[in-house]
């Protein structure tokens, strides 16, 4: 199965908005609305900050918000913050009972 | 409150089985609705997915791992394993266990796959 696509890179300044896209196929993102958002600061094991498309977990932020359309999901992080300078990473479920990540995307906070 | 413990072997020599165990806490596995999963992070490369087994038994793997794979659970231990045979450099990663749809994860530990 092929990883969903992430850009490599994105930046912002501190107090914008950016977002982040994760495309998948009629097969994974597409199909379900199980897309989960993982934040990974360096030297430490991902975190999850949306779940199910749009979920906020109890104690992330409400800067963080995510939303699909199509076979498309997206992360958006609002009054960007130089803490949220991390890797992230879409993750969904496939048709295929499996699960597939994203290729990873560095958030630089310029 | 759930929590899950990784233990293994962090050296393992090339065409050995990698054999891992994430410890349950706080929680059944036999009483939980749950995914049990794997997941697995080269250095400075992303994420990939394992597998993971249903608290029903049943199990789902990564098509690129399948023919080397195996999870299972001991509900008599409250813990679930994965065993990954022939290895060779390319699994040397940190290795995760994870759990509630992926939404908690054990702390991961590095595991080098070298003779």
């Known amino acids: 199965q092929s990883t969903l696509t992430q850009p490599a890179s994105v930046s912002g300044s501190p107090g914008q908005s950016i977002t982040i896209s994760c495309t998948g196929t009629?097969?994974?993102?597409?199909?379900?609305?199980?897309v989960s958002w993982y934040q990974q600061q360096p030297g430490t094991a991902p975190k999850v900050i949306i779940y199910e498309v749009s979920i906020r977990p109890s104690g992330v932020s409400y800067r963080f918000s995510g939303s699909k359309s199509g076979n498309t999901a997206s992360l958006t992080i609002s009054g960007l913050q130089t803490e949220d300078e991390a890797d992230y990473y879409c993750f969904s479920y496939t048709r295929s009972a499996t699960w597939v990540f994203g290729g990873g995307t560095k958030l630089t906070v310029l | 409150q759930l929590q899950l413990q990784l233990s293994g072997p962090g050296l393992v020599k090339p065409s050995e089985t990698l054999s891992l165990t994430c410890s349950v806490s706080?929680?059944?596995?036999?009483?939980?609705?749950?995914?049990w999963g794997w997941i697995r992070q080269p250095p400075g490369k992303g994420l990939e997915w394992i597998g993971n087994i249903f608290y029903s038994g049943t199990t789902s793997y990564n098509p690129s791992l399948k023919s080397r794979v195996t999870i299972s659970v001991d509900t008599s231990r409250n813990q679930f394993s994965l065993n990954l045979h022939s290895v060779t450099a390319a699994d040397t990663a940190v290795y995760y266990c994870?759990?509630?749809?992926?939404?908690?994860w054990g702390q991961g530990t590095m595991v080098t796959i070298s003779s």
């Open positions: 706080g929680d059944s596995i036999s009483g939980s609705d749950y995914y």
């Open positions: 009629i097969s994974d993102v597409g199909a379900y609305n199980y």
């Open positions: 994870a759990t509630k749809s992926y939404r908690l």
